[in-house]
């Protein structure tokens, strides 16, 4: 019986093996597919991408062949969480068939997003350094080596480029289910987190876990579990 793809997008300095922990956890009818962006981990040669179009394109070439040989879903957290959606509407452009479902974790509704004042990227390194320290997300031993430093900070200062720069545009609802995870230690307001539902034309699952923007590292038996108890459904029809 074949599996369902899940495609796996990476957070702000994150990789395709950004999301090992939830393989470990993973049920035998889903495959674990994650997606590189260029400028890091096996793409490390090419340049960096600070334009979001350029990289939703991007993501696009990277599923382009699998979108129909399987069923499929995409899960994205924090700035892969606004491409999950992005690529989505990419694949609906294209008139391809559409997704089973796409889980986003640790980011507020794209409209919110698009209006944010936050612009990391233009600060200073010490500021910068500060705010990465501030999200709970990148382990002492990075933030205190001056040459890890070194190396991942313009790939960081890239994406919250991407993600600071992201100009919204109102387009007709996915019509796709959506699942929304945040922490409660998030800082995102509420109202900003229930935007999601201007995405999609079906009632959006949101939910709440423990923890700051980096919950997914303690949760990840949990994320899974809620990710293949949602697609479950879709693989026993397939096997009827």
């Known amino acids: 019986m074949e599996k369902i793809n899940l495609f796996c997008l990476p957070f702000a ?44 394109h991007d993501l696009y070439l990277q599923v382009e062949n699998k979108l129909d040989r399987a069923p499929y879903a995409i899960y994205g957290h924090s700035m892969g969480g606004l491409l999950c959606y992005l690529l989505a509407r990419k694949i609906r452009e294209e008139g391809r068939m559409p997704p089973l479902h796409l889980f986003i974790t640790g980011t507020s509704g794209p409209a919110a997003l698009s209006r944010t004042e936050k612009k990391r990227h233009l600060l200073d390194k010490k500021s910068f350094i500060e705010e990465i320290r501030n999200l709970n997300g990148s382990p002492d031993e990075i933030l205190q080596n001056d040459e890890l430093l070194d190396f991942i900070e313009p790939i960081l200062r890239a994406d919250f480029k991407v993600s600071e720069n992201y100009a919204h545009t109102r387009q007709e609802p996915l019509d796709v289910p959506v699942t929304v995870i945040t922490g409660t230690r998030e800082d995102m307001k509420p109202e900003d987190i229930r935007l999601w539902q201007q995405e999609a034309r079906n009632p959006v699952d949101f939910r709440r876990m423990p923890g700051h923007h980096f919950f997914i590292f303690k949760y990840p038996y949990e994320i899974v579990s809620i990710i293949a108890k949602k697609l479950l459904v879709h693989h026993k029809s397939y096997q009827l």
């Open 13 to 56: 300095g994150g990789s395709k093996y950004s999301y090992r922990l939830y393989e470990e956890h993973l049920p035998s009818f889903l495959n674990l597919i994650p997606l590189e962006y260029p400028g890091r981990g096996t793409r490390m040669s090419e340049p960096l991408k600070e334009d979001i179009r350029q990289l939703v």
